[in-house]
């Protein structure tokens, strides 16, 4: 039942061009295994859902950029990752260090500095800046965008969503 809903919430999400591969660490939460998959919301938040967009950038991967919503007030970028209906892994050995996202890449790399994941904050329609916070324990502010992109640290290609 859990796979099933995952699919339809992977179905939900509307795929956006790309962003260009970044990369992240989660540092502050010290949980190891995958992390379930909260219900998505198809798109960008809009200015009247006010809740926090979140952007993974898979195109490094041969894949897309998908954009979905967190409607919640998600207690950290973790939070929000997970509440617009995506997955992730952590390194093993290396608990809150993205390895994955969507099960992507496979399998885990190890988190190499020349493809990661990042993590990025940005206003909505605003610049993307590279988190100095691991999102494990950033705390992002509803109507914010939250971006993950894989590679080597390179901020998105594609603007945040306004």
Known sequence: ??????????????PVMSLAAVAVTASGLVTAGTVAAA????A???STTKGVTVVVDFTKLGGKVD???????????LAALTGAGFTYT???????????IDKKPNPCNGGPASAYWSYWHATRGGKWIYSQTGAGTYKPKPG????W???AGKAPSIPPPS
Do not use: E, H, I
């Not at 979905?68 to 998600?74: L, Q, R, V």
């Open 1 to 14: 039942r859990v796979l099933s809903r995952s699919m339809s919430v992977l179905r939900l999400r509307r």
């Open 39 to 42: 219900p998505a919301w198809a």
């Open 44 to 46: 960008a938040c809009t």
């Open 67 to 77: 954009t979905a919503c967190d409607k919640s007030n998600p207690s950290t970028g």
């Open 90 to 100: 952590f390194v093993p050995k290396y608990p809150g260090w993205v390895c994955t």
């Open 144 to 147: 914010t965008v939250q971006g």
């Open 149 to 151: 992109a894989f590679g």
